[in-house]
């Protein structure tokens, strides 16, 4: 029977005008403070979550434009940031392995870069490879190969942050731009855009020659990222494990998505990753604080009938659906405008920090699962003042 009440509830919710929306928009002005509660709530959490993912996204912008199918890293490497580096002559082992078509170094350090407006000094990250063996896709960078060829010339990243100075903007309108990365005078040569991020205030790519120019003699020896390109229908799991047989302890060979993966795990296990998660459950509870007060008052005003649908013979569960009724449509229209203020809110920050935060699909439909539960929960809890209510107390 408690089956059947509940199934008829149910069917009543799709057919009928549903009696939760009849009663919660009953008093406009108390839906309307529980949907901004809601949307505030919404807007904590899509703005821990984006932080999050700005985070991990930004900590793996050289990892996903690598050009290759394997990385070589040293086994001390927890992040790119904080790699260590490792002898180039592994290399050599690897492209030794038949199906591994090409091995390439690339290096990966940071340098003081003094702003030429300012003369202020700021660290900025330093990308270097062999400009005849390409590793990253980003067209802007493989089409001014020819210009990092040239002595103590660098291409700047034009979505660097604004105290590295307005270069991106300068060399547009044709000015010269001339500073100093560690000491040594460079000359800006082009401007590509890879994006910055929490930890790394900018970018400049340069030819493994410059940066052995910036860094000494010994840096030219010491890689921090092998990139291996295998041949055309290459097993790329077995010719892994051929390759690691060959390379010594302190080197590992993975994927190229392994090491986007272990980066993002490495920033999410941070304090800085623990601190975004600690903050979307603050966000989930602040939401379910104020949907319960909401439905609470909501249950204990309309007391008398429920407590009338009760002598009627109606079931707890059934007038749960009711409560469960007014959660949905809570969780419907309170994430809407938390999602619409949350883009806006997201395209304020890119632009003022120049990190691009973008309003990904995954983080959206997540949001919205935790908005549901949140009002779920609130509903549940809500209940026990109307399992508590005897219809003869109330009459």
């Known amino acids: 029977m408690k089956l059947l009440n509940v199934k008829t509830s149910l069917g009543n919710l799709f057919v009928d005008p549903p009696l ?70 592994h290399l050599y082992q690897a492209v030794a392995v038949e199906g591994v078509a090409s091995a390439s170094p690339l290096y990966f350090s940071f340098g003081g870069w003094v702003n030429p407006w300012k003369k202020e000094v700021n660290n900025i990250a330093v990308i270097a490879f062999n400009p005849a063996r390409p590793v990253l896709n980003l067209p802007d960078v493989n089409q001014q190969l020819n210009q990092i060829k040239l002595p103590n010339v660098v291409l700047f990243d034009s979505q660097s942050q604004p105290d590295l100075g307005p270069v991106a903007e300068s060399f547009t309108q044709g000015q010269s731009i001339t500073t100093e990365i560690s000491g040594r005078r460079v000359r800006v040569g082009g401007i590509f855009t890879l994006g910055s991020s929490i930890f790394t205030r900018g970018h400049v790519i340069t030819s493994d020659w410059n940066y052995l120019r910036l860094f000494g003699a010994d840096s030219i020896d010491k890689i921090h990222v092998g990139v291996l390109t295998l041949k055309p229908e290459a097993d790329a799991q077995n010719i892994s494990k051929q390759i690691q047989t060959r390379l010594p302890s302190d080197v590992k060979v993975i994927t190229r998505q392994e090491f986007i993966d ?132 109330v009459f």
């Open 262 to 393: 272990a980066e993002q795990a490495y920033w999410a296990a941070d304090p800085a990753g623990v601190i975004f998660n600690f903050g979307t459950i603050m966000g989930f509870i602040v939401g379910v604080v104020i949907v319960y007060q909401i439905l609470y008052s909501d249950v204990n005003n309309h007391l008398s009938e429920y407590a009338t649908l009760k002598a009627m013979g109606y079931t707890d569960m059934s007038l749960l659906v009711v409560v469960f009724q007014e959660a949905i449509i809570l969780a419907i229209l309170g994430f809407i405008p938390g999602f619409a203020c949350s883009i806006g809110m997201y395209g304020l920050l890119g632009n003022l920090t120049r990190i691009p935060i973008l309003m990904r699909l995954d983080v959206a439909l997540q949001v919205f699962a935790i908005t549901v539960v949140m009002c779920l929960v609130s509903a549940a809890v809500a209940m026990r003042r109307l399992q508590s209510a005897d219809p003869a107390d």
């Open 20 to 89: 939760g929306w009849a009663q919660l928009r009953h008093q406009k002005l108390r839906l309307l403070v529980a949907l901004a509660g809601i949307a505030f709530a919404d807007i904590l959490i899509f703005m821990q979550l984006g932080f999050k993912a700005l985070l991990l996204d930004g900590s793996t912008l050289v990892h996903k434009n690598l050009h290759g199918d394997l990385v070589l890293v040293s086994q001390r490497t927890k992040s790119l940031l904080e790699g260590q580096a490792f002898s180039r002559r």
